[in-house]
């Protein structure tokens, strides 16, 4: 019995932290967008639909993920998810971007499901939202190719960065702690894949840190790519 409302507890305190940091980005946001210039006028509920539209399509490349085996273990697997996300953040500002990832996870844990015991759910979104948020608030300060383009390289700087630290600080010790699997357990599956992991600081340098800069190149080139092309058509009247 002991055992069982230590996890609770556990489980509870990690629900409170996940609600907190999703508070504390949506905040982030809407007081960025207090100091960008005029956000685009829409009517709510165009709003809502543009947000529901990209957030089922981030949902449906999220669930499309796929692991990078030659350099993390399969549970750290790259998606496309963000693409959806940073062209409704480029189009409807920040506050539409943290609500677009926060639906894409909801939408994600109706169809899927979580195989993470949440935190890599959880995961998702806010290393998510640390690539998005700055490219969107920068592209929104003076829009044009030049600012998107810098936006999307801080997006990616501010993704490899963070996620990084995210996973060693807390990310893989929850991790670990809720799915029940030892952190050196985690460490040695990197070692498999690469002989130099050895330790947490190893795992998250050569394994994490190199995932998410993959992932912030590849949405920063999509997005330059597309935005424009499918802005008109997807978000227009």
């Keep these: 019995m002991a055992e069982f409302w ?29 100091f960008l210039p005029a956000m685009r006028r829409t009517s709510k ?29 399969e549970f750290y697997k790259l998606d496309f ?3 959806p996300v940073m062209l409704c953040g480029f189009y409807l500002g920040p ?12 939408l994600k844990l109706l169809l899927k499901g ?34 998107a383009l810098w936006g999307l390289v801080l997006g990616t700087f501010v993704l490899t960065v963070f996620g990084s630290a995210f996973n060693a600080i807390y990310l893989l010790p929850k991790f670990s702690q809720l799915f029940g699997l030892p952190l050196d357990a985690i460490i040695a599956m990197g070692g498999k894949i690469n002989g130099s992991i050895t330790s947490l600081q190893t795992f998250v340098l050569l394994a994490v840190a190199p995932l998410n800069l993959i992932k912030g190149v590849m ?13 008109r058509p997807l978000f227009s009247k």
């Design 6 to 34: 230590k996890q609770v507890q556990e489980n509870f305190l990690f629900i409170l932290c996940c609600g907190g940091i999703v508070g504390l980005l949506a905040l982030l946001a809407h007081i960025a967008e207090r």
């Design 95 to 106: 506050s539409a971007a943290v609500a677009c990832e926060a639906v894409k996870i909801l």
């Design 114 to 147: 979580t195989s993470t015991a949440f935190v890599g759910d959880f995961a998702n979104f806010a290393v998510g939202c640390s690539l998005v948020l700055p490219a969107v608030i920068v592209y929104h300060g003076k829009k044009s190719r030049a600012s």
């Design 81 to 83: 998810s963000e693409l």
């Design 219 to 231: 949405i920063s080139i999509l997005t330059l790519l597309l935005y424009k092309k499918v802005a």
């Design 45 to 73: 509920a165009r709003r809502l639909c543009i947000i529901a539209v990209c957030s089922a399509l981030a949902a449906v490349l999220h669930i499309l993920d796929f692991p990078l085996l030659f350099l993390a273990p």
